[in-house]
């Protein structure tokens, strides 16, 4: 262990949720994104999984309100280094787009992608099981579109640049496809509990 | 069931192609090592901002715009981890620099600003991200705001150090005078913008289209290549400035410090 001279750091009080490396961001909500801040509008907002799917289905802003409502309450980290806790996010659990298209048996990863063409890559295993969300209010309120609104991607046991803003479609794969900062030298599945910051972490 | 075939080979391409690709590839062997830098020297900057000098024997080198990961561990093996713009331009010196703001009650910050001293010794990694980086190879249109200045100087250093002709402009915006980072080192391709107080005779007020407008109008063959760099507010009120003044969107960089 390489100590830093005179270093203390912050008072250690017990943060069991806190992945290593990470610190509280308190009641901040850093935004963090390489491009411009898009203006998709609800009206112009669209959500389409295709691909590796039995029949690929495509969803608009209302058509994505009548399907049945689900919540996040919880944790999020991103791999800049703060984690946000207890954050409520407000949408349809990516289980209910999936299963209205129904994934093939070869499908194993997706890519995420955003209507500014940002893509992420993830295994489809992070997509299921009542892990992910499509969600379009944070703390009650309309998701900000410096946050990705009006609806993102949220699969907050990932690091958050997992968790596509401005959400356009997923794309079902039997292979997996690097997304935009996992070609930049990110992590290809960005675990923060195990620290996937950077290719070969 | 086509559709689902022409996937399941070649590789996806969404329906609108990513504004902004990446830049360069990164070493993902020096983006994944510790290395142990050596604080060799610091520099006031600011009465907020310092600069501290390393030596980094095993550094693989960066491009201006990229940025490392520092942490600093206590006895008790607690660990802070940042991630730090690169304010030096690349050279063979075997040493890199970061400039970095006095945040309060920032326990990495203050370290560095109330116990730091030369022969310290601290943990990196990198150069990382090849999003923000130039190589000195576009025209470049340069936006900062407060320690937003510190990858684009990188920049401007690397210009003049090479004595490359490609165009670059800096438009940097501080409170104050007194607050401007580098503000010795800055030249002619530099305008800053003062927000809070200037001298008597100089405007004061946000970065605004007339800023923009006369860098647009000189902008050379193929356009410029903008970098966006500062807070959140920052680079959300810049990047909508350049966007309306006619800047392409696929064409703007933009680096948030969170």
């Given at each position: 262990?390489?100590?830093?001279?005179?270093?203390?750091?912050?008072?250690?009080?017990?943060?069991?949720?806190?992945?290593?490396?990470?610190?509280?961001?308190?009641?901040?909500?850093?935004?963090?994104?390489?491009?411009?801040?898009?203006?998709?509008?609800?009206?112009?907002?669209?959500?389409?999984?295709?691909?590796?799917?039995?029949?690929?289905?495509?969803?608009?802003?209302?058509?994505?309100?009548?399907?049945?409502?689900?919540?996040?309450?919880?944790?999020?980290h991103c791999v800049t280094g703060w984690s946000k806790f207890?954050?409520?996010?407000?949408?349809?659990?990516?289980?209910?787009?999936?299963?209205?298209?129904?994934?093939?048996?070869?499908?194993?990863?997706?890519?995420?992608?955003?209507?500014?063409?940002?893509?992420?890559?993830?295994?489809?295993?992070?997509?299921?099981?009542?892990?992910?969300?499509?969600?379009?209010?944070?703390?009650?309120?309309?998701?900000?579109?410096?946050?990705?609104?009006?609806?993102?991607?949220?699969?907050?046991?990932?690091?958050?640049?997992?968790?596509?803003?401005?959400?356009?479609?997923?794309?079902?794969?039997?292979?997996?496809?690097?997304?935009?900062?996992?070609?930049?030298?990110?992590?290809?599945?960005?675990?923060?509990?195990?620290?996937?910051?950077?290719?070969?972490? | 069931?086509?559709?689902?075939?022409?996937?399941?080979?070649?590789?996806?391409?969404?329906?609108?192609?990513?504004?902004?690709?990446?830049?360069?590839?990164?070493?993902?062997?020096?983006?994944?090592?510790?290395?142990?830098?050596?604080?060799?020297?610091?520099?006031?900057?600011?009465?907020?901002?310092?600069?501290?000098?390393?030596?980094?024997?095993?550094?693989?080198?960066?491009?201006?715009?990229?940025?490392?990961?520092?942490?600093?561990?206590?006895?008790?093996?607690?660990?802070?981890?940042?991630?730090?713009?690169?304010?030096?331009?690349?050279?063979?010196?075997?040493?890199?620099?970061?400039?970095?703001?006095?945040?309060?009650?920032?326990?990495?910050?203050?370290?560095?600003?109330?116990?730091?001293?030369?022969?310290?010794?601290?943990?990196?990694?990198?150069?990382?991200?090849?999003?923000?980086?130039?190589?000195?190879?576009?025209?470049?249109?340069?936006?900062?705001?407060?320690?937003?200045?510190?990858?684009?100087?990188?920049?401007?250093?690397?210009?003049?150090?090479?004595?490359?002709?490609?165009?670059?402009?800096?438009?940097?915006?501080?409170?104050?005078?007194?607050?401007?980072?580098?503000?010795?080192?800055?030249?002619?391709?530099?305008?800053?913008?003062?927000?809070?107080?200037?001298?008597?005779?100089?405007?004061?007020?946000?970065?605004?289209?007339?800023?923009?407008?006369?860098?647009?109008?000189?902008?050379?063959?193929?356009?410029?290549?903008?970098?966006?760099?500062?807070?959140?507010?920052?680079?959300?009120?810049a990047s909508r400035l350049l966007v309306a003044a006619g800047?392409?969107?696929?064409?703007?960089?933009?680096?948030?410090?969170?």
């Amino acid at each position: 262990m390489n100590t830093t001279r005179g270093f203390t750091g912050r008072p250690r009080a017990a943060r069991p949720g806190l992945p290593p490396g990470q610190y509280d961001a308190g009641d901040d909500w850093p935004v963090l994104s390489a491009e411009v801040t898009p203006d998709v509008s609800p009206a112009d907002w669209t959500f389409r999984v295709s691909g590796l799917v039995a029949e690929p289905r495509t969803w608009d802003w209302a058509g994505a309100h009548r399907l049945p409502a689900s919540a996040y309450s919880g944790d999020i980290h991103c791999v800049t280094g703060w984690s946000k806790f207890g954050v409520r996010f407000g949408g349809v659990s990516l289980d209910t787009f999936l299963e209205a298209a129904r994934p093939l048996p070869s499908a194993t990863h997706a890519v995420a992608y955003s209507h500014t063409g940002y893509t992420a890559n993830l295994p489809l295993a992070d997509l299921t099981g009542g892990r992910a969300w499509i969600v379009r209010e944070y703390d009650g309120q309309p998701l900000a579109p410096e946050h990705g609104g009006p609806a993102r991607l949220v699969v907050p046991h990932l690091y958050f640049w997992k968790s596509v803003k401005w959400i356009a479609g997923l794309e079902l794969l039997d292979h997996d496809e690097p997304g935009f900062w996992e070609q930049n030298g990110y992590h290809a599945r960005g675990n923060p509990w195990e620290e996937q910051r950077y290719s070969g972490d | 069931m086509t559709e689902t075939a022409a996937h399941t080979t070649g590789s996806f391409t969404p329906p609108t192609r990513f504004a902004v690709p990446g830049r360069i590839e990164v070493d993902g062997a020096a983006a994944g090592t510790w290395q142990t830098a050596t604080l060799t020297e610091i520099r006031r900057e600011t009465h907020r901002a310092s600069t501290f000098r390393f030596a980094v024997p095993g550094w693989a080198g960066h491009l201006p715009g990229q940025h490392l990961m520092l942490r600093l561990t206590a006895e008790d093996g607690y660990v802070a981890q940042r991630h730090y713009s690169l304010a030096s331009a690349p050279d063979d010196s075997g040493h890199i620099e970061l400039t970095l703001d006095h945040v309060e009650d920032g326990e990495v910050s203050g370290w560095f600003h109330t116990v730091a001293r030369p022969g310290d010794r601290i943990e990196v990694r990198g150069p990382l991200s090849g999003f923000f980086a130039w190589p000195g190879d576009r025209p470049a249109l340069l936006l900062g705001a407060g320690s937003g200045v510190v990858p684009l100087m990188s920049m401007v250093r690397h210009h003049r150090a090479l004595g490359l002709t490609v165009p670059l402009r800096l438009l940097v915006s501080a409170r104050t005078p007194g607050e401007l980072i580098y503000a010795r080192e800055l030249g002619t391709e530099t305008t800053p913008v003062f927000t809070r107080g200037a001298p008597a005779g100089t405007p004061v007020g946000r970065m605004t289209t007339a800023h923009l407008a006369p860098l647009l109008a000189e902008a050379p063959a193929g356009g410029w290549e903008a970098y966006v760099c500062g807070s959140n507010s920052f680079a959300e009120h810049a990047s909508r400035l350049l966007v309306a003044a006619g800047q392409p969107v696929d064409r703007i960089r933009i680096e948030r410090f969170g």
